[in-house]
């Protein structure tokens, strides 16, 4: 089945630079049109199965893309949740830097590691993939999941050896990645020139 992963729109949290991991905040007026934005690209698909981490900012982007095309509300999905970020959630980023060290290399106290996340994210999309097949949904139906920059960077790099994205490059709020989940595999579509 194809999943379609999409980062949340913009905070008020990620217009401050500020670490959200888990902690829950909402979108503000720009997530939503980022959130419209990424339903209009999606104009054209065929009837799709919306699911979404249980934090209101992804839930919240979900809803608004589902609405846009009359699809179901989102099924909750709580391992498409951000990163848990220990002792740097809330901080700003500059002051991330200051204390633990360049994002590659630091080790933040009682953060999730990214092994954990990559074992985490992947779990999550078997977990859509399982509701998806568990429900009578074909396997030709677009699936589109609601997750957070910091998974969906992590399940790019576990599939591209690092490649992508490049080091110091986010996932931009509202972008979509489309990935080919079977029961052995997971493949990253990649955009023509990505690779």
Same mark, same amino acid.
């Given at each position: 089945m194809i999943v379609t992963l999409i980062r949340h729109g913009q905070t008020d949290w990620n217009l401050a630079g500020r670490i959200q991991g888990s902690t829950d905040i909402p979108l503000n007026d720009t997530g939503r049109e980022q959130a419209r934005e990424a339903a209009r690209a999606l104009d054209g698909s065929a009837a799709t199965v919306m699911y979404s981490s249980d934090l209101s900012r992804a839930n919240e982007t979900a809803?608004?893309?589902?609405?846009? %095309?009359?699809?179901?509300?989102? %099924?909750?999905?709580p391992p498409l949740r951000e990163r848990f970020y220990g002792e740097a959630e809330g901080i700003l980023t500059s002051e991330f830097l200051d204390r633990f060290g360049p994002w590659p290399t630091a080790e933040v106290p009682g953060a999730e590691s990214k092994a954990d996340i990559r074992v985490r994210i992947v779990a999550?999309?078997?977990?859509?993939?399982? %509701?998806?097949?568990?429900?009578?949904?074909?396997?030709?139906?677009?699936?589109?999941?609601?997750?957070?920059?910091?998974?969906?960077?992590?399940?790019l790099r576990a599939l591209t050896d690092g490649k992508h994205p490049a080091p110091g490059v986010g996932i931009a709020n509202g972008a979509a990645h489309d990935f080919h989940v079977t029961d052995d595999d997971i493949r990253w579509l990649a955009?023509?020139?990505a690779e």
């Open positions: 809803r608004i893309i589902a609405d846009a %095309h009359g699809w179901n509300d989102p %099924h909750v999905i999550a999309l078997r977990e859509v993939v399982a %509701h998806a097949r568990a429900n009578g949904i074909s396997a030709d139906t677009r699936l589109v999941a609601v997750s957070h920059g910091a998974m969906i960077a992590e399940l955009p023509v020139g």
